[in-house]
């Protein structure tokens, strides 16, 4: 889930001395504030619902809070997290795009749009979201965009860029875990491979084993020469995620193997 924070935004009535607003303005303040506050509550609700899995009731909470305020960006958010994992892009689309235009400098609204653009091919269109994430001073983990950035243009099959990218996500954040696989790929596509066993070490430091990390990994030490290392890796796909794509492909290729012997 790419829901990075969640800080809602709080309505401040601020009077100076002197001010002395008008009755009608005072009420309409407080309705604005009491719909805000409505559509937080809902967000928070539906978020703890999207996260449990109880994805109906947390549709319910998440349109009942935009009914309250159409532009209370976290709820536009949530949402679209929720229509992303039940496959509706159309509407998932629209609300990381209308977070986006709500909080036009955002940088957490930015990465999450760039995030959905790079997962739909649109990589040159990601890019440019990702930029702007970046740039935006007060965001607080600008190193993920960078990351999703690096990755996108990994996809797009700019390998030099996501490198110079990548690199520049780990400078910020030296123990990301996603930066170093990814970084451990780039390498390995690139011939290096004692720099993508370095890279891979440290993420298997950082981060517990997955089947891409493993099938990677075993691929790096069949490059160095290393059986003892492919052996470890191989025992490990194929034990911690027998069902994963990747141990499938490595079963077939070893039963391959052994009708060939």
Sequence with gaps: MRLEHFLPAMLLALCIAGC????GGIKKESAAS??????????????QYLVQGRLELALEKLQKALSYDSSYVDAHTVIAVLYERIGDDANAEQHYRRAAQ??????AELNNYGTFLCGTGRYDEA??????????PFYRTPA?????????????????????????????DPANAATLLQLAHVSYESGDYFSARGFMQRHEAAAPASADA??????????????RGVGNYTR????????????QSLNVAIQRDAKTR
């Design 20 to 23: 002395s607003p008008a009755p």
């Design 127 to 136: 890019e440019g979201y990702f930029q702007r994430a970046v740039a935006d």
């Design 34 to 47: 009491r719909r805000q506050d409505a559509a937080r509550v809902h967000t928070d609700l539906g978020q």
């Design 102 to 107: 709500l909080r036009p400098k955002g940088g």
């Design 214 to 227: 493993l099938m990677l990994g075993r691929n790096i030490e069949l490059k160095l020469g290393d059986a």
């Design 144 to 172: 993920v965009a960078l990351a999703n950035s690096g990755s996108c243009l990994l996809k797009a099959g700019h390998r030099d860029a996501a490198e110079k990218v990548l690199r520049q996500a780990l400078q910020r």
């Design 236 to 247: 490990k796909l194929l034990q911690g995620f027998p069902e994963s794509r990747e141990a």
